[in-house]
């Protein structure tokens, strides 16, 4: 009776002790097992790169294309949206927004639209003049201005926080003090100084002030390049020591 039973028992813990035995080395490998490395795409070479986290600078609208020329600045967080022209040595500086997605808007030569201004043109003026905007060359917009289906001729100064309204026009060698409203339609004449809200003739300029205006392009037209010369993708030191050794008189 001993011998059966003790043969029931071996035959009942020997698979036990086996299943625990595989169990055990089972467990050991898991934790001894270096943990596999996730598997990551490899991006594909001719695949577009986009940036979501910046705004973009050049805005196409349908088949308008904003154009700049070679040696204007424009800052890196303007935008220039639709049909806008920045011709040569003009500049656009920090904030501003030209939004030409109605109508066309021009900057001139040596003409410069600074911090924070809103440039805008209208479908059609209500005063039948032409409704898109022409910033004339030698001209400087201050900082905060809003102009909408304006025209402003050569070597103007349109002071800072000034609004220009549809149809309104400033003829050659005027100023406009800071803080002036022109209002739809209004004509200031040549060699004028106008301000308040709206607009009013202050006094006549002297022939000193109107040699000065675009003296002021040209001096923010040569801060601009600066500027420019920053946000080139290569460094311009090298012009430099082409110079020096040029004065050393040794071969480039």
């Known amino acids: 009776m001993a011998t059966s039973l003790a043969r029931f028992s071996r035959r009942g813990l020997a698979p036990n002790l ?16 270096a943990p596999k490395p996730k ?23 349908g088949q308008w294309l904003p154009k700049v020329a070679v040696d204007a600045y424009v800052a890196p967080n303007v935008v220039l949206a639709g049909q806008v022209t920045v011709w040569d040595g003009s500049s656009v ?4 927004v030209l939004r030409g997605d ?10 410069n639209v600074q911090e ?16 898109d905007t022409l910033i004339d060359r030698y001209v400087t917009v ?6 909408r289906s304006c025209t402003i001729e050569p070597e103007c100064i349109i002071g800072q926080h000034s609004i220009l309204m549809e ?13 002036s409203v022109v209002p739809p339609g209004r004509r200031i004449p040549s060699g004028e100084l106008w301000g308040g809200n709206p607009a009013r003739f202050i006094r006549t300029l002297t022939n000193e002030e109107t040699l000065e205006i675009p003296k002021l ?18 460094s311009t030191v090298y012009l430099e020591v082409e110079k020096f050794k040029k004065s050393l008189g040794i071969a480039v």
């Open 18 to 33: 086996i299943r625990r035995f595989f169990a055990a080395e089972a467990a050991l490998a898991k934790k001894t097992e």
């Open 142 to 147: 201050g900082a905060y201005s809003l102009l």
């Open 93 to 96: 500086w920090n904030g501003a």
């Open 39 to 61: 598997p990551t795409p490899s991006p594909s070479p001719d695949r577009a790169k986009w940036d979501y986290r910046g705004q973009r600078q050049i805005i196409p609208l």
């Open 116 to 131: 924070r201004c809103v440039v805008h043109a209208a479908w059609s003026s209500p005063t039948g003049l032409p409704a």
């Open 167 to 179: 149809g309104s026009l400033v003829e050659t060698r005027s100023i406009l003090e800071a803080g």
């Open 217 to 234: 392009a040209v001096a923010i037209n040569h801060l601009s390049g600066d500027y420019f010369s920053e946000f080139l993708p290569y």
């Open 102 to 111: 109605l109508n066309k808007i021009t900057l001139g030569f040596c003409s």
